[in-house]
Nanobody, 115 residues
Framework: QVQLVESGGGSVQAGGSLRLSCTIS????????IAWYRQVPGKQREVVAN???????EYGDTVKGRFTISGATTANTAVLDMNSLRPEDTGVYFC?????????WGQGTQVTVFS
Protein backbone atom coordinates (compact mmCIF):
# COMPACT_ATOMS: atom_id res chain seq x y z
CA GLN A 1 0.00 0.00 0.00
CA VAL A 2 1.45 3.31 -1.10
CA GLN A 3 0.78 6.36 1.05
CA LEU A 4 1.67 9.98 0.60
CA VAL A 5 2.11 11.99 3.76
CA GLU A 6 2.08 15.76 3.45
CA SER A 7 3.15 18.30 6.02
CA GLY A 8 3.44 22.04 6.15
CA GLY A 9 0.96 24.59 4.96
CA GLY A 10 -0.92 27.06 7.08
CA SER A 11 -1.70 30.75 6.92
CA VAL A 12 0.68 33.52 6.00
CA GLN A 13 0.54 37.15 5.01
CA ALA A 14 1.10 38.06 1.39
CA GLY A 15 4.80 38.22 0.62
CA GLY A 16 5.59 35.52 3.15
CA SER A 17 6.86 31.99 2.74
CA LEU A 18 5.74 28.47 3.50
CA ARG A 19 7.19 25.02 3.00
CA LEU A 20 5.34 21.84 2.08
CA SER A 21 6.82 18.38 2.37
CA CYS A 22 5.69 15.10 0.87
CA THR A 23 6.98 11.68 1.79
CA ILE A 24 5.98 8.51 -0.02
CA SER A 25 5.86 5.27 1.92
CA UNK A 26 4.91 1.71 1.11
CA UNK A 27 5.67 -0.49 -1.86
CA UNK A 28 7.37 1.93 -4.19
CA UNK A 29 9.85 0.14 -6.39
CA UNK A 30 10.11 3.09 -8.74
CA UNK A 31 8.65 6.57 -8.83
CA UNK A 32 8.42 8.34 -12.16
CA UNK A 33 7.59 11.76 -10.79
CA ILE A 34 6.38 13.61 -7.72
CA ALA A 35 4.24 16.68 -8.17
CA TRP A 36 2.42 19.31 -6.18
CA TYR A 37 -1.03 20.35 -7.34
CA ARG A 38 -3.25 23.15 -6.14
CA GLN A 39 -7.03 23.11 -5.94
CA VAL A 40 -9.17 26.20 -5.58
CA PRO A 41 -12.94 25.86 -5.07
CA GLY A 42 -14.73 26.00 -8.38
CA LYS A 43 -11.57 25.49 -10.41
CA GLN A 44 -9.76 22.53 -11.84
CA ARG A 45 -6.83 21.13 -9.94
CA GLU A 46 -3.65 22.57 -11.45
CA VAL A 47 -0.07 21.42 -11.32
CA VAL A 48 2.21 23.74 -9.38
CA ALA A 49 5.52 21.95 -9.70
CA ASN A 50 6.92 18.52 -10.32
CA UNK A 51 10.18 16.68 -10.15
CA UNK A 52 10.96 13.84 -12.52
CA UNK A 53 13.08 10.75 -12.05
CA UNK A 54 15.69 12.38 -14.31
CA UNK A 55 16.00 15.22 -11.82
CA UNK A 56 14.30 17.67 -14.13
CA UNK A 57 11.93 20.07 -12.41
CA GLU A 58 8.99 21.88 -13.95
CA TYR A 59 6.77 24.70 -12.73
CA GLY A 60 3.38 26.11 -13.49
CA ASP A 61 3.49 29.53 -15.09
CA THR A 62 1.93 31.30 -12.11
CA VAL A 63 4.62 30.17 -9.67
CA LYS A 64 7.80 30.36 -11.72
CA GLY A 65 10.47 32.33 -9.92
CA ARG A 66 8.63 32.12 -6.59
CA PHE A 67 8.32 28.41 -5.83
CA THR A 68 11.08 25.83 -5.71
CA ILE A 69 10.64 22.08 -5.67
CA SER A 70 13.42 19.91 -4.34
CA GLY A 71 13.95 16.31 -3.37
CA ALA A 72 14.27 13.20 -5.45
CA THR A 73 12.04 10.43 -6.70
CA THR A 74 14.69 7.94 -5.59
CA ALA A 75 14.33 9.28 -2.05
CA ASN A 76 10.52 9.32 -2.28
CA THR A 77 10.39 12.90 -1.05
CA ALA A 78 9.56 16.29 -2.48
CA VAL A 79 9.67 19.64 -0.75
CA LEU A 80 7.97 22.72 -2.09
CA ASP A 81 9.35 26.04 -0.90
CA MET A 82 6.88 28.81 -1.60
CA ASN A 83 8.13 32.39 -1.47
CA SER A 84 6.58 35.75 -2.27
CA LEU A 85 3.19 34.23 -1.65
CA ARG A 86 0.11 35.95 -3.02
CA PRO A 87 -3.55 35.71 -2.03
CA GLU A 88 -4.23 33.87 -5.28
CA ASP A 89 -1.91 31.10 -4.11
CA THR A 90 -4.54 30.17 -1.55
CA GLY A 91 -5.89 26.67 -1.96
CA VAL A 92 -5.52 23.06 -0.98
CA TYR A 93 -2.20 21.64 -2.07
CA PHE A 94 -1.95 17.97 -2.94
CA CYS A 95 1.09 15.81 -3.40
CA UNK A 96 0.90 13.38 -6.30
CA UNK A 97 3.11 10.43 -7.13
CA UNK A 98 3.28 8.83 -10.54
CA UNK A 99 4.41 5.21 -10.41
CA UNK A 100 4.76 2.86 -13.38
CA UNK A 101 1.31 1.31 -12.94
CA UNK A 102 -0.65 3.74 -10.81
CA UNK A 103 -1.02 7.23 -9.44
CA UNK A 104 -1.42 8.27 -5.83
CA TRP A 105 -2.59 11.40 -4.04
CA GLY A 106 -1.96 12.80 -0.62
CA GLN A 107 -4.77 14.01 1.59
CA GLY A 108 -4.11 17.67 0.84
CA THR A 109 -2.96 20.54 3.00
CA GLN A 110 -4.48 23.99 3.20
CA VAL A 111 -2.48 27.07 2.30
CA THR A 112 -4.06 30.45 3.01
CA VAL A 113 -2.45 33.72 2.00
CA PHE A 114 -4.10 36.85 3.34
CA SER A 115 -3.48 40.40 2.26
Amino acid sequence: QVQLVESGGGSVQAGGSLRLSCTISGSTSYVNAIAWYRQVPGKQREVVANILSSGRVEYGDTVKGRFTISGATTANTAVLDMNSLRPEDTGVYFCHANLPYDNYWGQGTQVTVFS
